[in-house]
């Protein structure tokens, strides 16, 4: 077995130190396989190298530094640099995260299949994607037998792949396949790349010459194929070429796609610095090039749609990428403390920079914040949804972050419940020494304004048995609809035509998507206990609840049979033990 054959050059690596390279030929969900000059055999991960995970983790085709053991699993010590790479937003990371595709490739396979496949747009998330990688892009349109007049599709896709080679190929008649030998070339790797069903593994085993992979039928309903390929994994040919074969992807986000955008969308760009006016927006402003083009038929109005749509995800996926490549060195830097023997150091740095809230537009002196990072104005006790400003770390739309509620925490400290005014997110920020506690008082207080109901009608709904009398009491209609049980108290919740959010008797939920008490954000299945009350600005209440395993927060309107006396308990518990003496309550003056 010789590594130089998967295209390992020597000049790849400076200093192997004790471990030998080796290329990454599969990736499945806890180990790899890999190939070396000592043979093949499976790998897994140094936990102090890629601890938190990131960028590095190996993907099919890296090349790697392993700690090679003969009959048992070798350690990957180290990810050699890339000369190429594909990578997506994760679609599992709630656009967090990314995931690795292929790396150390020469060429991208972009294949959609003609029979029902073809689709424009996503042709140009993958080009796009494509470019990024630095690889060359090629579009390859299968099961052109299937189609009268291929050269149609050929033509709509050139438009849209600029100076990219096209081919309508056929696996089952050969057609087009000898096209494809030019880039089948000995240490060179290719990648491919597509939906299910078009045909990836076949053409594999067409240009192999042997049938090397699975390949799979296709449903006659909606014409797409099951995942043959269920892991990415790269075959090495009889003539010494590569390919890396990947499962077919349902979804594809953007990350980190700022050069590959612009060269798949040359022909857009080529209008936006011929506007009239330098900070153009496009919409109405006179003199727009953009419009110009549009309107005489030069752009095409789905052409700009999609470029507007594609920059706006990238754009979302680069702050996210700089908010993990920070998080990445966090604990890049707690791991280079625990190799050197010494323990990390979490003491806070004192804040030392003043700067102006946006929202009451007052001056935050650095005094008494507690840390380096506001987490919310002392004044008027608002905060901005982003990631490199005081904020909640959920997102990036920039939105204001108004104070609607306070809870009392475990230890007995108060916290602000912040909702954007943008999105709807809630997060959670405690109360620093200096905020102003007038008007903590007063959101606390909100609620009690304007209740719901008389403190007189206040009527305790009892759980377990209690609840579950009172629902056998009810008409044989509702209590055919009384299908969900709290998982909390166990009384039953009658759905009543529509998803119940929590349970009226212990006004719990359970954090799932399923159809049972729950805020559908996520799959942790924790407990959702009710902290806090807020009101909106109709006068309703919301109950915010708080999963105990995630912490994530959440708002779901209160419910005509919701247990009264404890949601005046929940909403009077931060008044029964505020933080500090009352006396200390002072309104502060407006500037």
Request: hydrophobic share 35%; net charge neutral.
């Given at each position: 077995m010789?590594?130089?054959?998967?295209?390992?050059?020597?000049?790849?690596t400076?200093?192997?130190?004790?471990?030998?390279?080796?290329?990454v030929?599969?990736?499945?969900r806890?180990h790899?396989?890999i190939?070396?000059?000592?043979g093949?055999?499976?790998?897994?991960l140094?936990?102090g190298?890629?601890?938190?995970g990131?960028?590095?983790?190996?993907?099919?085709?890296?090349?790697?530094?392993?700690?090679?053991?003969?009959?048992?699993?070798s350690?990957?010590?180290?990810t050699?640099?890339?000369?190429?790479?594909?990578?997506?937003?994760d679609p599992s990371?709630?656009?967090?995260g990314?995931?690795?595709v292929?790396?150390n490739?020469?060429y991208?396979?972009?294949?959609?299949a003609?029979d029902?496949?073809?689709?424009?747009?996503?042709?140009?998330?993958?080009?796009?994607l494509?470019w990024?990688s630095?690889?060359?892009p090629?579009?390859i349109?299968?099961?052109?037998?299937?189609?009268?007049?291929?050269?149609?599709?050929v033509?709509?896709?050139?438009k849209i792949?600029?100076?990219?080679?096209?081919?309508?190929v056929?696996?089952?008649?050969g057609?087009?396949?000898?096209?494809?030998?030019?880039?089948?070339?000995p240490?060179r790797?290719?990648?491919?790349?597509g939906?299910?069903?078009?045909?990836?593994s076949?053409l594999?085993?067409a240009?192999?010459?042997?049938?090397?992979?699975e390949?799979?039928e296709?449903?006659e309903?909606?014409?797409?194929?099951?995942?043959?390929?269920?892991?990415?994994?790269?075959?090495?040919?009889?003539?010494?070429?590569?390919?890396?074969?990947?499962?077919?992807?349902?979804?594809?986000g953007?990350?980190d796609?700022?050069?590959?955008?612009?060269?798949?969308?040359?022909d857009?760009e080529?209008?936006?610095?011929?506007?009239?006016?330098?900070d153009?927006r496009?919409q109405?402003?006179p003199?727009?090039?953009?419009k110009?083009?549009?309107?005489?038929g030069?752009?095409?109005?789905?052409?700009?749609?999609?470029?507007?749509k594609?920059?706006?995800?990238?754009?979302?996926a680069?702050?996210?990428?700089?908010?993990?490549?920070?998080?990445?060195?966090?604990?890049?830097?707690?791991?280079?403390?625990?190799?050197?023997?010494?323990?990390?150091?979490?003491?806070?740095?004192?804040?030392?920079?003043?700067?102006?809230?946006?929202?009451c537009?007052?001056?935050?002196?650095?005094?008494?914040a507690?840390?380096?990072?506001?987490?919310?104005?002392?004044?008027?006790?608002?905060?901005?949804?982003a990631?490199n400003q005081p904020?909640?770390r959920?997102?990036l739309?920039?939105?204001?972050?108004?104070?609607?509620?306070?809870?009392?925490?475990?230890?007995?400290?108060?916290?602000?419940?912040?909702?954007?005014?943008?999105?709807?997110?809630?997060?959670?920020n405690?109360i620093a020494?200096?905020?102003?506690?007038?008007?903590l008082?007063e959101?606390?207080?909100?609620?009690?304004?304007?209740?719901?109901?008389?403190?007189?009608?206040a009527e305790?709904?009892?759980?377990?048995?209690?609840?579950?009398?009172?629902?056998?009491?009810?008409?044989?209609e509702?209590?055919a609809?009384?299908?969900?049980r709290?998982?909390?108290?166990?009384?039953?919740?009658?759905?009543?035509?529509?998803?119940?959010?929590?349970?009226?008797g212990c006004?719990?939920?359970?954090h799932?998507?399923e159809?049972?008490?729950?805020?559908?954000a996520?799959?942790?299945?924790g407990?959702l206990?009710?902290?806090g009350?807020?009101?909106?600005?109709?006068?309703?209440?919301?109950?915010?609840?708080r999963?105990r395993?995630?912490?994530i927060?959440?708002?779901?309107p209160?419910?005509?049979?919701d247990?009264?006396?404890l949601?005046?308990?929940i909403?009077?518990?931060p008044?029964?033990?505020p933080p500090?003496?009352?006396?200390?309550?002072?309104?502060?003056?407006?500037?």
């Open positions: 010789n590594i130089e054959q998967y295209g390992y050059q020597k000049a790849d400076i200093d192997c130190g004790t471990g030998i390279p080796a290329r030929t599969a990736v499945h806890s790899f396989e190939v070396c000059d000592r093949t055999g499976l790998a897994r140094k936990t190298e890629y601890y938190g990131n960028e590095n983790v190996p993907a099919a085709g890296d090349f790697v530094l392993v700690n090679w053991q003969e009959g048992s699993e350690l990957i010590l180290k050699l640099p890339r000369k190429t790479y594909f990578a997506r937003l990371s709630s656009g967090y990314e995931q690795a292929a790396a490739f020469d991208v396979f972009i294949m959609q003609l029902r496949d073809f689709n424009p747009r996503r042709l140009e998330r993958y080009l796009t494509a990024q630095g690889a060359t090629a579009v349109l299968t099961k052109a037998d299937e189609v009268k007049d291929p050269a149609v599709h033509l709509a896709a050139e792949a600029a100076g990219v080679d096209v081919y309508a056929s696996a089952k008649t057609q087009g396949i000898s096209e494809l030998s030019k880039y089948m070339k240490g790797t290719t990648v491919f790349l939906s299910s069903g078009v045909g990836k076949t594999v085993n240009l192999a010459g042997e049938a090397i992979m390949t799979g296709i449903r309903k909606d014409g797409r194929g099951r995942h043959t390929t269920s892991h990415r994994q790269l075959v090495l040919l009889k003539n010494g070429a590569m390919i890396i074969d990947t499962p077919g992807m349902r979804e594809l953007m990350w796609v700022r050069e590959g955008l612009g060269q798949s969308f040359a857009v080529q209008y936006l610095g011929r506007c009239r006016f330098n153009c496009h109405r402003e003199g727009c090039a953009v110009a083009a549009i309107q005489s030069e752009l095409p109005a789905k052409r700009w749609e999609s470029y507007l594609l920059l706006t995800e990238a754009r979302f680069d702050d996210k990428a700089g908010y993990l490549k920070e998080k990445r060195q966090w604990h890049k830097s707690i791991s280079k403390m625990q190799k050197s023997g010494r323990n990390a150091d979490y003491r806070i740095e004192p804040c030392t920079e003043t700067f102006t809230c946006r929202a537009k007052r001056l935050i002196a650095p005094e008494d507690g840390s380096s990072h506001r987490n919310h104005c002392p004044h008027c006790l608002t905060s901005i949804h990631d904020g909640d959920a997102s739309c920039k939105g204001i972050m108004e104070p609607v509620s306070v809870w009392v925490r475990k230890n007995g400290e108060w916290a602000v419940i912040h909702r954007c005014k943008s999105c709807g997110t809630l997060s959670s405690r020494a200096d905020d102003n506690l007038y008007l008082m959101i606390a207080m909100k609620p009690l304004y304007a209740p719901l109901f008389r403190p007189g009608e305790e709904v009892g759980a377990g048995e209690a609840g579950a009398e009172e629902e056998g009491a009810r008409s044989a509702s209590a609809k009384a299908n969900s709290c998982q909390v108290c166990g009384s039953p919740v009658n759905l009543d035509g529509e998803k119940s959010r929590h349970c009226p006004l719990s939920g359970v799932t998507d159809d049972r008490p729950g805020d559908g996520s799959l942790c299945r407990v206990e009710p902290v009350v807020w009101a909106r600005e109709d006068g309703r209440w919301e109950i915010i609840h999963c395993s995630c912490g927060l959440s708002s779901d209160v419910a005509a049979a247990n009264t006396t949601l005046l308990s909403a009077m518990r008044l029964a033990s500090f003496p009352l006396w200390q309550l002072r309104k502060e003056p407006a500037d």
